[in-house]
């Protein structure tokens, strides 16, 4: 019978003691060469009009400060969206400051507003998150998921880390 051992050590240096793999952080387990090794919607996301952003450890992973006067937002693409799709999020943050618009958001334009988009809550205490998102109102062909705060005369931070979407 054949057995099957872990590596114990790469180019004569124990596994413990490197950093990196073929350029890729050994800390960075979620993604490895822009593959996700866990099921999700997106492979990469995109952010606008923060003041500081800031991307983890992967491309799951961030770090924002809001800018006043501004939408800002953490979002990625669904090319073959169909109506009616509900799509679940799950990641872990940081607190938020209750009463501030922080929301989740499911649109057809990266401008978050107006017809044709969903938003739902999202909870100001830290932790793991799951949020549903319907999409009922968003007709078919590519939307825009997206991690949206939204309050013009208020500043805010986050942090996100492990976020997965998936089709619920």
Excluded at 30 to 44: K, Y
């Amino acid at each position: 019978m054949a057995v099957t051992r872990g590596i114990s050590s790469i180019s004569g240096i124990p596994i413990a003691n490197v950093g990196t793999r073929i350029g890729v952080p050994k800390a960075n387990i979620w993604d490895v060469s822009g593959e996700q090794r866990q099921p999700s919607l997106f492979r990469t996301l995109s952010n606008q009009n923060w003041s500081s952003y800031t991307q983890g450890k992967n491309s799951a992973s961030f770090s924002v400060a809001t800018a006043n006067g501004a939408v800002c937002a953490v979002y990625f693409s669904v090319a073959n969206h169909t109506q009616g799709t509900t799509y679940n999020l799950n990641f872990t943050k940081s607190a938020t400051i209750s009463g501030k618009s922080w929301s989740i958001v499911a649109s057809v334009s990266t401008n978050f507003s107006g017809s044709g988009t969903n938003n739902t809550g999202m909870p100001s205490a830290a932790g793991a998150t799951s949020v549903n998102v319907a999409t009922n109102l968003v007709p078919s062909g590519t939307i825009y998921i997206g991690i949206v705060f939204n309050s013009p005369s208020a500043s805010d931070t986050i942090d996100v880390t492990n976020l997965l979407a998936n089709i619920v």
